[in-house]
């Protein structure tokens, strides 16, 4: 008969185990945040039952089990990102473009935030309407490729449901060979125009992403938003958090 004290010791063990399981899962998924909340509740049940065992030829396997989980490649990385987050929910970021002015690429406004923890990001821009403003939603996935970051969508919201529709599908196609999917919706009344990243982040932008001059497609400023003249816009970068308490 077994006792009740080896039984609780299972149980603690088997809920260990599923805790760490799903730790490690939303870990691979970049949610960060819960995978650490996960992990420490894993961690203690593990220590609770090695606390408990009776027999001692068991300790040394429990103490093993510990170690790997907080030795797992990346528990130091997501601890950084983690505090790093913390700080970033604390403040807000404007940047002032002035009419005219070049230099400002989306990458060299945002680009510093579409790092290893973005898993997805959700675009709302309600006049992606003409070839050129397609062309700016292009460069935008071009440099979320050029990353080489763990994104699997990538969300559009937009207005209009038939124009250019032939552009989203080529666009589409061209990310599901990067191992991206793309999604579009359509909201007739959208007005808000920002970026939302999986880790927070919200990007807003005063004229979405078309903050430039019309350009000649034989140009060389078509294909370098380095060169490209700016209109007179606002780009403000903040947290989900803080974007939560301003609103509250």
Do not use: W
Not at 185 to 205: A, Q
């Amino acid at each position: 008969m077994a006792d009740s004290g080896s039984a609780s010791v299972g149980e603690i063990d088997v809920s260990a185990i599923n805790l760490l399981k799903g730790a490690v899962e939303l870990d691979l998924n970049g949610k960060y945040d819960e995978a650490t909340c996960f992990y420490q509740e894993g961690t203690k049940l593990l220590v609770e039952a090695h606390k408990a065992i009776s027999e001692k030829c068991k300790q040394p396997e429990y103490r093993q089990q510990l170690q790997e989980h907080l030795d797992r490649p990346g528990a130091q990385d997501r601890k950084n990102f983690l505090s790093q987050e913390k700080e970033d929910a604390k403040k807000v970021t404007k940047i002032k473009i002035e009419e005219n002015s070049t230099g400002h690429s989306y990458d060299k406004l945002f680009g510093h935030y579409l790092n290893q923890h973005v898993t997805s990001i959700e675009v709302d821009d309600p006049y992606l309407l003409t070839d050129f403003q397609i062309n700016n939603f292009k460069m935008l996935c071009d440099l979320i490729v050029g990353k080489k970051i763990p994104v699997k969508t990538i969300i559009v919201n937009t207005k209009s449901k038939n124009s250019q529709k032939e552009s989203f599908e080529k666009i589409k196609k061209s990310l599901d060979r990067n191992k991206i999917e793309l999604i579009i919706k359509h909201y007739p009344t959208l007005h808000d125009r920002e970026i939302r990243l999986s880790t927070g982040i919200v990007i807003g932008l005063g004229r979405g992403l078309d903050i430039f001059h019309n350009c000649d497609i034989s140009s060389q400023e078509y294909y370098n938003l380095e060169l490209r003249r700016c209109h007179d816009t606002t780009v403000t970068i903040t947290h989900k958090n803080l974007t939560r308490d301003l609103t509250s």
